[in-house]
């Protein structure tokens, strides 16, 4: 038995004995439990007039489920990876560099090539995807809680965080090497933007969850 398992165990039968969810949270909080372990613990029992704890639907994983979360996060990474490669090409077109030769000139000709393609292709599969998945939540707001979504969803802002450091990392450093020029401060900036989002949009889609699954 986990701990999680045995935590559980603790609270149906606290419950089951007439205890009150305040006197239940007082004495595992007295015991060494987490705030945040007491909540979940708490939270998986509706509060329902009934003579022994009413256990509340719990979010199961399935195949379909994962794969679509899979394909919607990462048609996000292809889309946001290529939407900075698309905006650093038009900024090497708008600030060229004199030293650079017709080749390179063909390279980001080809890279936008490229990068509107993606775009083309991954942004309506991450569009309808985000919206099935919305709906689906609509009908069933426990899937807020799936543990793939809530994986998925740190795991993007973990990446994204990530980004935003070595952003600010390499933009200090060029600045203290006195090397800073509009295009390299553009592209940081394009980075920034595009991470920033990436990390306010989840950041906050995963705080409301929280508090409307009161965890």
Request: hydrophobic share 50%.
């Amino acid at each position: 038995m986990t701990a999680r398992d045995e935590l559980e165990r603790f609270v149906r039968e606290a419950l089951n004995g007439g205890a009150s969810r305040e006197e239940v949270s007082a004495a595992l909080r007295g015991a060494g439990w987490a705030e945040a372990q007491v909540m979940v613990a708490l939270a998986g029992f509706a509060e329902v007039d009934f003579p022994i704890a009413v256990p509340r639907p719990r979010p199961s994983v399935s195949a379909r489920e994962a794969f679509e979360y899979v394909v919607l996060f990462g048609t996000l990474y292809f889309a946001a990876f290529n939407l900075g490669l698309l905006l650093f090409q038009f900024i090497d077109l708008a600030f060229p560099d004199p030293l650079w030769s017709a080749g390179r000139f063909l390279a980001v000709t080809q890279a936008i090539r490229w990068a509107i393609s993606v775009l083309v292709v991954a942004t309506p599969v991450f569009l309808f995807m985000a919206w099935s998945n919305g709906r689906s939540i609509d009908r069933e707001p426990i899937k807020r809680a799936s543990p793939v979504r809530r994986w998925l969803t740190y795991l993007t802002l973990a990446i994204a965080a990530s980004v935003l450091i070595g952003d600010c990392t390499a933009l200090v450093y060029s600045l203290l090497g006195g090397e800073m020029t509009i295009r390299f401060l553009l592209k940081a900036t394009t980075i920034g933007l595009i991470a920033g989002t990436v990390f306010t949009y989840y950041l906050t889609d995963l705080r409301r969850s929280e508090e409307e699954l009161g965890i």
